[in-house]
């Protein structure tokens, strides 16, 4: 199934929608800005929160949070410092560990187990607004793989100085 997240960014506020490939939205994703740590919030269309991420602040690393229901379910991590690619690091709380490679040019990445690839990611630009899709191979982990593209999403921007948040 391809998620498409399209962004909308406001004066003093951030969103974005998850939408299906035929523009049925799911998720609206709001960022909260003039925090010390930013922070995302995933709602779904009926307005109930699903999910967090929130970036922590002062670390080596670029390290953000997943959380659910108050609760920390995974860990996504960059090193500082890597001369060719992307490479990030998953944890979750059930034990799962994922990998997150990307090219040089930070426009195609991948998340994968060590089974296989769950979802690829592809950064273009549709019209006006930026937009990325998500194509998810593991339907029963789609939201928490959108939510993992959304963070390299961020952490990749937020490394470019192009802006505070690419959503």
């Known amino acids: 199934m391809r998620y498409l997240v399209r962004d909308r960014m406001l004066a003093f506020h951030e969103e974005a929608w998850v939408e299906t490939e035929h523009r049925e939205k799911l998720f609206k994703v709001n960022r909260r800005l003039l925090r010390l740590r930013t922070t995302f919030d995933f709602v779904d269309s009926r307005g109930d929160h699903v999910a967090s991420i929130v970036k922590k602040a002062f670390t080596l690393h670029h390290t953000i949070l997943i959380k659910q229901n108050g609760e920390v379910v995974g860990r996504i991590s960059k090193r500082a410092f890597r001369i060719f690619g992307d490479r990030f690091k998953v944890s979750l709380r059930d034990g799962r560990r994922l990998r997150i490679a990307g090219n040089l040019w930070d426009r195609e990445f991948d998340i994968a187990d ?45 490394r470019k100085g192009e802006r505070l948040t690419n959503l």
């Open 114 to 158: 060590g089974d296989g690839t769950l979802a690829h990611i592809s950064r273009r630009w549709f019209s006006i607004r930026d937009a990325y899709a998500v194509d998810v191979m593991s339907e029963p982990d789609a939201l928490l793989l959108v939510i993992l593209a959304v963070c390299v999403d961020h952490i990749i921007e937020d």
